[in-house]
């Protein structure tokens, strides 16, 4: 999944991978739990040199989505995670996969994501 570096993001990517809490009846059904999180990631502003203008400071509504996030028991038994949504929080802003045109309009294709597949670079 490429998906944003933000609560929203990572919630989307737990709704695809464990299917929805709200529709919990439904979610063996609808998950995809070979699902993997391509997106960006808080440490990619400094690894794919970023500029400050990509900088979303985080609100207090993703502070605590983000807390809440870090409960999910999919996500609080994974240290990967836990860092990811740590170092998030610690930047105190978020990032949109958007954020990588910044580079290049082709770097997202041709660059970012074959590189996180042939690293095998994901969260899980």
């Given at each position: 999944?490429?998906?944003?570096?933000?609560?929203?993001?990572?919630?989307?990517?737990?709704?695809?991978?464990?299917?929805?809490i709200?529709?919990?009846?439904?979610?063996?059904?609808?998950?995809?739990?070979?699902?993997?999180?391509?997106?960006?990631?808080?440490?990619?502003?400094e690894?794919?040199?970023?500029?400050?203008?990509?900088?979303?400071?985080?609100?207090?509504?993703?502070?605590?989505?983000?807390?809440?996030?870090?409960?999910?028991?999919?996500?609080?038994?994974?240290?990967?995670?836990?860092?990811?949504?740590?170092?998030?929080?610690?930047?105190?802003?978020?990032?949109?996969?958007?954020?990588?045109?910044?580079?290049?309009?082709?770097?997202?294709?041709?660059?970012?994501?074959?590189?996180?597949?042939?690293?095998?670079?994901?969260?899980?």
């Open positions: 999944c490429l998906l944003d570096n933000d609560p929203w993001g990572y919630y989307i990517y737990s709704v695809i991978k464990q299917g929805s709200n529709l919990a009846y439904e979610s063996r059904r609808m998950a995809i739990p070979a699902a993997r999180f391509l997106g960006l990631r808080s440490n990619d502003y690894r794919c040199q970023l500029t400050p203008s990509v900088q979303i400071k985080l609100n207090d509504q993703d502070i605590k989505r983000a807390r809440q996030i870090a409960q999910y028991p999919w996500f609080a038994n994974k240290k990967p995670w836990q860092k990811e949504l740590d170092l998030m929080l610690k930047n105190g802003f978020k990032l949109e996969v958007e954020a990588l045109i910044s580079k290049d309009v082709s770097y997202v294709t041709e660059e970012y994501v074959p590189a996180r597949l042939e690293e095998g670079n994901f969260l899980d």
